[in-house]
C-alpha cells in the first residue's frame, strides 16, 4: 500500500486542553524527541467556541463547527460532503486496520463515522496509553488516533498553567512516549506520520471563549516526506485532515475546509498531489 514519497500508516496523539505555550514550559522529553527531526508551532489555532466537540470534530473532518455542527445529541451523519478521515481511509482501503482510544467517549461514538469500523476503546488515560501500546504492537494498525484527558481534568480541577497541570503534561508525555515506543517496536516507525497536537487551551479553570490562552495549542509532527527541524507557519486544528490525507495519499474532499500549511511537507513530497 506504500506509494513512493507517501507514509504507509498515521498516528495521532491528542492531548486534551494542552495550551500550546505550556508544551514549551513542561517537561516533555518524548514529545521533544519526535519533533526535533519534524515540525512544530505552539500558537495552531483551534476552532471557536475552544471546546471538545467543536475542535476534535474539525480535526477530524476539516470544517469547522458551523458546518460539522457535531454535540452530545448530533453525531456525524454518514452523508455528508466533510467525511473525516478516518472514512476516507476505509473506503479507499477497506481492509486497512482503524483504532481509536480515547478516554473521552464521544469521540468514538459520535465525532467518527460508525461506519468506519474503528477498533475503538475507552478507559482512564494510563490504562488507554497501555492498552494502545499493546494493540500497535500486535496489530501495527495504518490509522491509528488516542486522546488523552486528564490534562484537561487538571486545566479545570487546578487551573490552567498551574504546576499541577505542567506537571499532568509531563505525565501525559510519558504515556505519549509508551505509543512512540510501541510504534518503534512494532518496525513502522520510519514509514509513518506521526502528528502529537492538543484540541483547545484553557483560562483560569476553564475553556470556550476567544481568549488566547484558549485558542492557541501546540501541533507538531514527523514522518516520511516531512520538513525537518521546521516552524509551522498559520495553522488552523481543521488542517490536520488534509495534512493526513496528504501523506496517505487519500484524495482530499471538496467539501473540507482545511488546508496543507507551508512548511510541512518538503517540496518533493509537496508535488505529488500536483
Keep these: 500500500m506504500l506509494e513512493q514519497g507517501r507514509c504507509s500508516r498515521v498516528f495521532i496523539i491528542g492531548l486534551d486542553g494542552v495550551m500550546g505555550r505550556c508544551v514549551k514550559e513542561a517537561f516533555t522529553p518524548n514529545i521533544d524527541a519526535l519533533i526535533s527531526d519534524g515540525v512544530k508551532t505552539?500558537?495552531?489555532?483551534?476552532?471557536?467556541?475552544?471546546?471538545?466537540?467543536?475542535?476534535?470534530?474539525?480535526?477530524?473532518h476539516g470544517v469547522g463547527p458551523l458546518k460539522h455542527e457535531l454535540g452530545s445529541?448530533?453525531?456525524?451523519?454518514?452523508?455528508?460532503?466533510w467525511p473525516s478521515f478516518m472514512k476516507l481511509m476505509r473506503q479507499k482501503y477497506p481492509g486497512s486496520r482503524l483504532a481509536s482510544f480515547s478516554c473521552w467517549e464521544p469521540i468514538n461514538s459520535i465525532i467518527i463515522e460508525q461506519s468506519c469500523k474503528c477498533h475503538s476503546i475507552s478507559m482512564p488515560d494510563p490504562e488507554l496509553a497501555e492498552a494502545a501500546a499493546e494493540y500497535i504492537r500486535t496489530h501495527s494498525p495504518e490509522m491509528f488516533f488516542m486522546q488523552l484527558d486528564?490534562?484537561?481534568?487538571?486545566?479545570?480541577?487546578h487551573g490552567y498553567g498551574t504546576t499541577p497541570y505542567l506537571e499532568q503534561i509531563t505525565v501525559s508525555d510519558s504515556l505519549a512516549g509508551l505509543i512512540i515506543d510501541a510504534i518503534k517496536d512494532a518496525g513502522v516507525f520510519d514509514e509513518s506520520l506521526i502528528v502529537v497536537l492538543s484540541d483547545h487551551g484553557g483560562k483560569d479553570k476553564s475553556h470556550g471563549s476567544n481568549h488566547?490562552?484558549?485558542?492557541?495549542?501546540f501541533w507538531g509532527c514527523r514522518g516520511r516526506g516531512v520538513v525537518q527541524g521546521g516552524e509551522v507557519g498559520e495553522m488552523n486544528i481543521m488542517d490536520t485532515a488534509p495534512v493526513v490525507a496528504h501523506a496517505l495519499g487519500l484524495a482530499i474532499p471538496a467539501g473540507w475546509d482545511g488546508s496543507i500549511p507551508t512548511g510541512i511537507f518538503t517540496s518533493s513530497t509537496a508535488q505529488l498531489d500536483a
Excluded: I, L
Design 42 to 60: 505552539y500558537a495552531a489555532e483551534t476552532v471557536f467556541p475552544s471546546k471538545s466537540y467543536q475542535a476534535w470534530g474539525a480535526m477530524f
Design 73 to 81: 445529541s448530533n453525531p456525524c451523519p454518514e452523508e455528508v460532503p
Design 150 to 157: 486528564h490534562t484537561d481534568s487538571a486545566g479545570h480541577t
Design 212 to 217: 488566547p490562552d484558549c485558542m492557541r495549542t
